[in-house]
């Protein structure tokens, strides 16, 4: 039995956005909710495009995208590298989700909170842990919480499957994604006995994708890994013209001449290997429009 990466933009879409019962059991276990009583009972898709009210601003589009029966809303995101524009990405689509919520003369009592869930498939913090919960709170003195948003960033690499007690499914769900690949050969069996789990590993049998399906999930890790590279070639690029601090630092500061040639020749690059614009966007922190004047 051969069995597709859950971490593709495929199979993660056909996982978490047609299963609702897979997307609540995902989301009650890596969100970080303080009781019961909170947890996700229902959930209704939305469109994952994010429209913007005047056309003249930016659209976006998401993974999944859904709420619950008590307006909360939830994004939810596999990004397999990571820039320093991400993090603005996501609040930027989240922030857009939490505003788009009231018509026009309704109170901002109405509002509901907008959970943002980002799984990355790459390192971006020295921290030692793979969880991190941004909300906006106060700072020096109360710890006052001001509630609307909350982004949650996971860094699958630095994931172990240790034995974290209360937070089982938090541990099942993320060896589900980390684990299972195209040379996994037997799904581990502690995986298989949890129902929600077993039926998500079902949707990963190659068996259950068309031809044109597996060669669009081969063209992504292709693409994936194309841009990898290209990546690592302009940070090394970057390193030699002297920007001693790499190319994250460039998609950060974007200060020097350098470094703004360095961007612009990395989305060339990309943009010749036929990558979308949302997609150099998200590797370069380029704006559309600086993209399409290369």
């Not at 006052?144 to 099942?172: A, H, S």
Request: net charge negative; with cysteine; proline share 4%.
């Amino acid at each position: 039995m051969k069995y597709l990466s859950p971490k593709a933009d495929l199979t993660f879409k056909k996982v978490f956005g047609e299963h609702p019962d897979l997307i609540i059991s995902f989301l009650n276990a890596l969100l970080p909710f303080e009781s019961q009583e909170d947890e996700i009972v229902k959930v209704t898709y939305l469109n994952p495009e994010l429209v913007p009210l005047n056309p003249l601003r930016k659209d976006s589009i998401v993974d999944v995208r859904c709420e619950d029966n008590f307006g909360r809303q939830f994004i939810v995101e596999m990004q397999m590298m990571w820039t320093s524009a991400y993090k603005q990405r996501v609040l930027f689509n989240a922030s857009k989700a939490y505003v788009s919520q009231l018509e026009k003369g309704s109170d901002y009592e109405m509002l509901h909170p907008v959970y943002s869930l980002n799984l990355v498939n790459d390192v971006f913090s020295t921290s030692t842990g793979y969880y991190h919960d941004f909300r906006i709170v106060e700072k020096a003195e109360t710890k006052e919480v001001i509630e609307g948003l909350r982004l949650i960033f996971i860094e699958l690499p630095k994931f172990t499957p240790q034995n974290y007690g209360d937070k089982k499914m938090q541990v099942l769900w993320l060896r589900y994604l980390t684990e299972i690949n195209e040379q996994t050969e037997k799904v581990p069996q502690e995986l298989l006995e949890n129902p929600e789990i077993n039926k998500a590993v079902v949707q990963l049998k190659e068996s259950a994708f068309s031809k044109s399906e597996l060669l669009g999930y081969e063209k992504f890790w292709d693409i994936v890994s194309t841009a990898k590279t290209t990546i690592s070639s302009a940070r090394n690029e970057g390193h030699r013209k002297g920007l001693a601090e790499g190319l994250e630092k460039g998609l950060a500061e974007g200060k020097t001449e350098g470094k703004a040639e360095g961007l612009q020749e990395t989305a060339r690059r990309l943009k010749t290997m036929g990558m979308t614009n949302e997609f150099i966007a998200q590797a370069t922190g380029l704006s559309p429009e600086e993209i399409n004047k290369l």
